[in-house]
């Protein structure tokens, strides 16, 4: 009877390009056996669990291999659903950013003597929701992806169950994310109705010739403060130091990277495939919200005595720099694009790596505050240079990949050559030199300042998956700052495909 | 030889130094004598690679062009490409870095200052030459932005680790004001890719491609540039990191700073702001000039107030400066001859005396000028070594001080005709009266530490010895450079001036319509 019912209801199955949805399909499977693990061996499993996490998670890689092999843009449900160079590149940016987190994971959960499947399961599960965000060409689409990486990721803030501060994380990224995708959704039902069709490309025809239709702007404008929660951008970054320093630090780092990057790229879909006649609108909202956060972000930044603080709202102006190329989008094309994709994934690399040095270093301290960094070079020299490679990388300073990322920003806002552009460029730049002193705080607490009389300095042992860790950070930061074309290769012209 | 020095002779030097700081790091912290041995074996094979690169340079016999070119991809997607090349301006102050580097590796030998860690301090001292040399090799325009910056987290970390009490709010400062002017310039080369009519950051390109620039923009995008390398020579009014910096460095941190990182500075204005937008150095060079003549007068009054040793030197170095700016903003080929050989001299002798510094430093453990008195007496040598090095400072004939200042001072009287020689006269009558206040303030130093009886509470210092085998060591080249260029000065401006004239060749030959500092062109 059930096979009479699609011809009853007049539905007729989509084709369905398995090959395109492989990477999707993996992790949910990964994510499947990792929760039947639990129930299966109960106890025993837990050994296992983040070994097959990361390996599940390497597995996903192979489809976007042989999917990027092949070259060819592949489209689905009438265009909702789309692999191009742009989804293969941030899919597997998302996938490689959740390995790392991975590594950064296992001793952290094992040691705190948390749950690991429902740990690695929900992490998995949001990995998945950021990988079809980076394909995500549909309203609806967009939605449900990020609904799929915020769920399970307001669990994990919270996964410290009997630290209040970790419970305060939590709940407060929910009420917050909560009430941001409520005005994101309220935005796109104004477009929608304008429309008539929830995919980007009929959103795009119908926004572009109503010019000065308040329910467009307005529908416009609530979508991208929508992801400006998402991306931490000021002043709808107020959850994101609280957050991230209650919820556990391996979840942080997760958050800074991979959710962040979810955000920017919904926002690149939106702006591309969204609005693109409609640089009117989006133009000056981006640009008040990047100047806005890289200077509040900064400035925030310069007081906070936490280094997991000082990272989070680092992570606000570091987004000011991602949003700034977007601000020009629509009087230079393509280049801001690229600009921003080589930024988040510049980004990623740099900023996962100083997470791993803070869960090295805490392992040893319990503590989060900048001063415990005190005289880290006495005791743990190869620690110390490590992060000062991530902090001044984060910073600008070459030959570090921070550098080029800084520098595709300022080649982008400056190309505009227009009063809006040279004025975010020289904001850009002033900023650049206030998070240096930062940057530079942290630095010279490590280097310059004498060890606590009190602290333990024999020298720091470092578990093997965080040592892996932060080996291919800091191998990442370098080659990116060094010969960055080895990330230009990837992102150079890459355009996001319109149906 | 010759053809693989011009393939290789810029990129093994350049990166040696970072593949022995590489070695050094696989290596544990206690072998300390080993990780002198591969700092010294690193930095002397790079200045015997300068030594070949000099003669393969003179027996090219080409000094206006650039040399041994390197011409590869690099960063396709922004047109920014791997070309290194020297010429008769670059080479004197790349063979400069060349020679300065080992001998701070060999004057360090016995005493490296404190937290010691020989390993840290050399690899910092390596990843620095690595950055200095490269700076003077780019020829694209991002390329020299990478290392001018590469250069700054070696030097933080070398004041902030190893200097003296106020550490850390120098090293900051340093950084700061180095990232603030770095962090505009970088906008003004941007701007400027966008601008030209070729979209290319090739130094070589550029002077041709950027002449169809606006007036009024290109008076900008220099403005960035003016900011970018202004904070570096430092001119007056963004001098005030530079006497921190020097204070608290450790010694060979400092000489490094004056012989070398302000020229990276001076060197920007020479080679790429001006010959890239004439235009607009001929708006700026009033203001320029007028900047460089109070940075003189500023300097040496600076001089004359200071009781820290190693402060007047440093003030001294602004003064310095502020000849070789005055040079520059002459915009003639004369001027810039000049200034070029006013980077080369003050890098040797400004060098000298913050070695002397270091060693005075390390006697008396104070460089309170009040509390000093005598060196003399107590150590004729080192005394005799730091009058010769305040002679050559305050620019006596026969010296190669002499030949930064003077010629400066004469260019000043003829500047480029699209100036006002009013203005310039004037700077000139001011700068003549800085020679005298330097006269004055060198003078007053040399009094106060070597002259007289040495303080009760030295006299018997067993600490106060003369001078050791590796300063010795360390000084002598210096010393011998600047007898030989003050005698013979035209070893330098033999290869600087082909190279200034032809940098400055778009500007100077009246026939084409390109000669921007014409009279007639200009008004």
């Given at each position: 009877?059930?096979?009479?019912l699609?011809?009853?209801?007049?539905?007729v199955?989509?084709?369905?390009?398995?090959?395109?949805?492989?990477?999707?399909?993996?992790?949910?499977?990964?994510?499947?056996?990792?929760t039947l693990?639990?129930?299966?061996?109960?106890?025993?499993?837990?050994?296992?669990?983040?070994?097959?996490?990361?390996?599940?998670?390497?597995?996903?890689?192979?489809?976007?291999?042989?999917?990027?092999?092949?070259?060819?843009?592949?489209?689905?449900?009438?265009?909702?659903?789309?692999?191009?160079?742009?989804?293969?590149?941030?899919?597997?940016?998302?996938?490689?950013?959740?390995?790392?987190?991975?590594?950064?994971?296992?001793?952290?959960?094992?040691?705190?003597?948390?749950?690991?499947?429902?740990?690695?399961?929900?992490?998995?599960?949001?990995?998945?929701?950021?990988?079809?965000?980076?394909s995500?060409?549909?309203?609806?689409?967009?939605?449900?992806?990020?609904?799929?990486?915020?769920?399970?990721?307001?669990?994990?803030?919270?996964?410290?169950?009997?630290d209040p501060?970790?419970?305060?994380?939590?709940?407060?990224?929910y009420l917050?994310?909560?009430?941001?995708s409520?005005?994101m959704?309220?935005?796109?039902?104004?477009?929608?109705g304008?429309?008539?069709?929830?995919?980007?490309?009929?959103?795009?025809?119908?926004?572009?010739?109503?010019?000065?239709?308040?329910?467009?702007?307005?529908?416009?404008?609530?979508?991208?403060?929508?992801?400006?929660?998402?991306?931490?951008?000021?002043?709808?970054?107020?959850?994101?130091?609280?957050?991230?320093?209650?919820?556990?630090?391996?979840v942080?780092?997760?958050?800074?990277?991979?959710?962040?990057?979810?955000?920017?790229?919904?926002?690149?879909?939106?702006?591309y495939?969204?609005?693109?006649?409609?640089?009117?609108?989006?133009?000056?909202?981006?640009?008040?919200?990047?100047?806005?956060?890289?200077?509040?972000?900064?400035?925030?930044?310069?007081?906070?005595?936490?280094?997991?603080?000082?990272?989070?709202?680092?992570?606000v102006?570091?987004?000011?720099?991602?949003?700034?190329?977007?601000?020009?989008?629509?009087?230079?094309?393509?280049e801001?694009?690229?600009?921003?994709?080589?930024?988040?994934?510049?980004?990623?690399?740099?900023?996962l790596?100083?997470?791993?040095?803070?869960?090295?270093?805490?392992?040893?301290?319990?503590?989060?505050?900048?001063?415990?960094?005190?005289g880290?070079?006495?005791?743990?020299?190869?620690?110390?240079?490590?992060?000062?490679?991530?902090l001044?990388s984060?910073a600008?300073?070459?030959?570090?990949?921070?550098?080029?990322?800084?520098?595709?920003?300022?080649?982008?806002?400056?190309?505009?050559?227009?009063?809006?552009?040279?004025?975010?460029?020289?904001?850009?730049?002033?900023?650049?030199v206030?998070?240096?002193?930062?940057?530079?705080?942290?630095?010279?607490?490590?280097?310059?300042?004498?060890?606590?009389?009190?602290?333990?300095?024999?020298?720091?042992?470092?578990?093997?998956?965080?040592?892996?860790?932060?080996?291919?950070?800091?191998?990442?930061?370098?080659?990116?700052?060094?010969?960055?074309?080895?990330?230009?290769?990837f992102?150079?012209?890459?355009?996001?495909?319109?149906? | 030889?010759?053809?693989?020095?011009?393939?290789?002779?810029?990129?093994?030097?350049?990166?040696?130094?970072?593949?022995?700081?590489?070695?050094?790091?696989?290596?544990?912290?206690?072998?300390?004598?080993?990780?002198?041995?591969?700092?010294?074996?690193?930095?002397?094979?790079?200045?015997?690679?300068?030594?070949?690169?000099?003669?393969?340079?003179?027996?090219?016999?080409?000094?206006?062009?650039?040399?041994?070119?390197?011409?590869k991809g690099?960063?396709?997607?922004?047109?920014?490409?791997?070309i290194?090349?020297?010429?008769?301006?670059?080479l004197?102050?790349?063979?400069?870095?060349?020679?300065?580097?080992?001998?701070?590796?060999?004057?360090?030998?016995n005493?490296?200052?404190?937290p010691?860690?020989?390993?840290?301090?050399?690899m910092?001292?390596?990843?620095?030459?690595?950055?200095?040399?490269?700076?003077?090799?780019?020829?694209?325009?991002?390329?020299?932005?990478?290392?001018?910056?590469?250069?700054?987290l070696?030097?933080?970390?070398?004041?902030?680790?190893?200097?003296g009490?106020n550490?850390?709010?120098?090293?900051?400062?340093?950084?700061?004001?180095?990232?603030?002017?770095?962090?505009?310039?970088?906008?003004?080369?941007?701007?400027?890719?966008?601008?030209?009519?070729?979209?290319?950051?090739?130094?070589?390109?550029?002077?041709?491609?950027?002449?169809?620039?606006?007036?009024?923009s290109?008076?900008?995008?220099?403005?960035?540039?003016?900011?970018?390398?202004g904070?570096?020579?430092?001119?007056?009014?963004?001098?005030?990191?530079?006497?921190?910096?020097?204070?608290?460095?450790?010694?060979?941190?400092?000489?490094?700073?004056?012989a070398?990182?302000?020229?990276?500075?001076?060197?920007?204005?020479?080679?790429i702001?001006?010959?890239?937008?004439p235009?607009?150095?001929?708006?700026?060079?009033?203001?320029?000039?007028?900047?460089?003549?109070?940075?003189?007068?500023?300097?040496?009054l600076?001089?004359?107030?200071?009781?820290?040793?190693?402060?007047?030197?440093?003030?001294?170095?602004?003064?310095h400066?502020?000849?070789?700016?005055?040079?520059?903003?002459?915009?003639?080929?004369?001027?810039?001859?000049a200034?070029?050989?006013?980077m080369?001299?003050?890098g040797?002798?400004?060098?000298?005396?913050?070695f002397?510094?270091?060693?005075?430093?390390?006697?008396?453990?104070?460089?309170?000028?009040?509390?000093?008195?005598?060196?003399?007496?107590?150590?004729?040598?080192?005394?005799?070594?730091?009058?010769?090095?305040?002679?050559a400072?305050?620019?006596?004939?026969?010296?190669?001080?002499?030949?930064?200042?003077f010629p400066?001072?004469?260019?000043?009287?003829?500047?480029?005709?699209?100036?006002?020689e009013?203005?310039?006269?004037?700077?000139?009558?001011?700068a003549?009266?800085?020679?005298?206040?330097?006269?004055?303030?060198l003078?007053w130093?040399?009094?106060?530490?070597?002259?007289?009886?040495?303080?009760?509470e030295?006299?018997?210092?067993?600490?106060?010895?003369?001078?050791t085998?590796?300063?010795?060591?360390?000084?002598?080249?210096?010393?011998?450079?600047?007898?030989?260029?003050?005698v013979?000065?035209?070893?330098?401006?033999?290869?600087?001036?082909?190279?200034?004239?032809?940098?400055?060749?778009?500007?100077?030959?009246s026939?084409?319509?390109?000669?921007?500092?014409?009279?007639?062109?200009?008004?």
């Amino acid at each position: 009877m059930l096979s009479a019912l699609p011809s009853i209801v007049g539905f007729v199955r989509p084709d369905i390009d398995w090959h395109a949805v492989a990477p999707e399909l993996t992790l949910l499977g990964v994510g499947a056996v990792v929760t039947l693990l639990d129930i299966v061996l109960l106890e025993r499993g837990r050994a296992y669990t983040s070994a097959l996490a990361g390996i599940g998670l390497l597995v996903a890689l192979i489809p976007i291999v042989t999917l990027a092999a092949d070259g060819t843009t592949r489209e689905m449900f009438g265009g909702a659903f789309v692999v191009d160079d742009f989804a293969l590149i941030l899919k597997a940016m998302f996938i490689v950013v959740a390995y790392i987190v991975v590594l950064l994971s296992t001793n952290y959960v094992a040691e705190g003597d948390y749950w690991e499947n429902e740990y690695y399961g929900l992490m998995l599960s949001a990995v998945m929701g950021m990988v079809l965000m980076a394909s995500a060409r549909d309203l609806v689409t967009i939605f449900v992806a990020l609904e799929l990486l915020s769920i399970p990721a307001y669990l994990l803030a919270a996964w410290r169950k009997a630290d209040p501060k970790s419970n305060e994380a939590g709940l407060k990224y929910y009420l917050m994310g909560v009430f941001a995708s409520a005005i994101m959704l309220y935005g796109m039902s104004l477009l929608f109705g304008l429309a008539g069709d929830t995919r980007l490309s009929a959103i795009s025809d119908a926004v572009s010739g109503s010019d000065a239709n308040p329910v467009v702007i307005l529908g416009i404008i609530f979508v991208i403060v929508g992801f400006a929660f998402k991306v931490s951008g000021f002043p709808f970054h107020m959850w994101a130091p609280d957050t991230y320093e209650g919820a556990p630090t391996p979840v942080t780092a997760f958050l800074a990277v991979a959710s962040k990057a979810a955000g920017f790229v919904a926002l690149m879909q939106l702006v591309y495939a969204g609005f693109p006649g409609r640089d009117d609108v989006y133009q000056p909202l981006l640009w008040i919200l990047a100047v806005g956060s890289m200077t509040a972000g900064n400035l925030i930044a310069l007081r906070q005595e936490n280094i997991v603080r000082l990272m989070a709202y680092s992570g606000v102006s570091q987004a000011g720099f991602m949003l700034a190329p977007l601000a020009v989008a629509g009087d230079i094309g393509g280049e801001a694009l690229s600009a921003v994709i080589n930024y988040v994934l510049i980004y990623a690399a740099m900023n996962l790596g100083a997470f791993a040095v803070i869960i090295a270093v805490a392992r040893r301290t319990a503590s989060g505050e900048i001063r415990s960094y005190a005289g880290l070079f006495k005791y743990a020299p190869g620690m110390t240079v490590v992060m000062s490679v991530f902090l001044f990388s984060l910073a600008g300073i070459p030959p570090l990949g921070g550098w080029f990322a800084k520098f595709a920003v300022f080649r982008a806002v400056v190309e505009a050559d227009t009063g809006w552009g040279y004025s975010l460029a020289a904001i850009a730049a002033v900023n650049s030199v206030i998070a240096m002193f930062y940057y530079a705080k942290v630095a010279r607490m490590m280097w310059f300042e004498d060890v606590p009389e009190e602290a333990d300095t024999s020298s720091l042992r470092v578990p093997p998956s965080l040592v892996a860790a932060l080996g291919l950070t800091a191998a990442a930061t370098l080659l990116f700052g060094i010969y960055p074309a080895a990330i230009t290769h990837f992102t150079d012209g890459t355009l996001i495909a319109l149906p | 030889m010759g053809e693989f020095l011009n393939d290789w002779g810029l990129s093994i030097p350049t990166f040696l130094p970072i593949i022995g700081a590489a070695v050094m790091l696989l290596i544990p912290k206690d072998r300390e004598q080993l990780h002198k041995l591969i700092a010294l074996a690193t930095t002397v094979v790079v200045a015997v690679f300068g030594l070949l690169l000099l003669i393969q340079f003179i027996d090219n016999d080409n000094y206006g062009a650039l040399n041994f070119v390197v011409d590869k991809g690099w960063i396709d997607v922004i047109d920014s490409r791997y070309i290194m090349g020297v010429d008769g301006i670059s080479l004197p102050l790349m063979l400069l870095t060349m020679l300065i580097v080992p001998l701070c590796v060999i004057y360090s030998w016995n005493h490296f200052p404190e937290p010691h860690n020989p390993k840290a301090f050399l690899m910092l001292l390596l990843i620095l030459e690595t950055g200095m040399i490269g700076t003077f090799a780019a020829q694209d325009l991002i390329l020299f932005f990478v290392f001018f910056e590469v250069v700054l987290l070696p030097m933080y970390f070398m004041i902030g680790v190893w200097g003296g009490e106020n550490r850390r709010y120098a090293a900051i400062k340093f950084f700061l004001f180095t990232l603030f002017g770095s962090a505009l310039m970088l906008v003004s080369f941007l701007a400027l890719y966008f601008l030209a009519d070729a979209s290319t950051f090739d130094m070589r390109l550029l002077p041709e491609a950027a002449a169809g620039i606006a007036k009024s923009s290109q008076v900008w995008v220099f403005g960035g540039m003016f900011l970018g390398f202004g904070i570096k020579v430092p001119m007056f009014p963004f001098h005030t990191w530079l006497p921190d910096a020097h204070t608290e460095a450790p010694t060979v941190g400092s000489v490094i700073l004056a012989a070398v990182l302000l020229k990276l500075g001076t060197y920007g204005f020479v080679r790429i702001a001006i010959p890239i937008l004439p235009e607009a150095a001929a708006e700026w060079a009033p203001f320029i000039g007028l900047l460089a003549v109070i940075g003189i007068i500023y300097g040496a009054l600076g001089c004359l107030a200071q009781r820290d040793l190693k402060r007047l030197v440093a003030f001294s170095s602004v003064a310095h400066m502020g000849f070789v700016m005055l040079g520059i903003a002459t915009l003639t080929d004369f001027g810039i001859n000049a200034a070029v050989f006013g980077m080369v001299a003050h890098g040797l002798i400004t060098g000298m005396l913050f070695f002397l510094a270091g060693s005075v430093k390390e006697r008396y453990h104070t460089l309170d000028m009040s509390r000093l008195g005598g060196l003399l007496v107590q150590a004729p040598r080192m005394g005799w070594i730091l009058g010769f090095c305040a002679m050559a400072s305050l620019g006596l004939p026969g010296l190669a001080g002499f030949w930064g200042e003077f010629p400066a001072i004469l260019a000043s009287y003829n500047p480029a005709a699209v100036l006002a020689e009013e203005t310039f006269r004037s700077y000139m009558v001011i700068a003549a009266l800085g020679t005298v206040l330097a006269a004055g303030y060198l003078l007053w130093m040399l009094q106060k530490t070597a002259f007289g009886t040495p303080r009760e509470e030295f006299a018997n210092d067993p600490h106060v010895h003369d001078a050791t085998v590796s300063e010795y060591m360390a000084w002598a080249p210096l010393l011998i450079l600047i007898l030989v260029l003050g005698v013979y000065p035209h070893l330098l401006f033999g290869a600087t001036d082909p190279a200034v004239i032809n940098s400055l060749s778009e500007c100077l030959d009246s026939s084409t319509s390109g000669a921007c500092f014409d009279a007639a062109a200009g008004k």
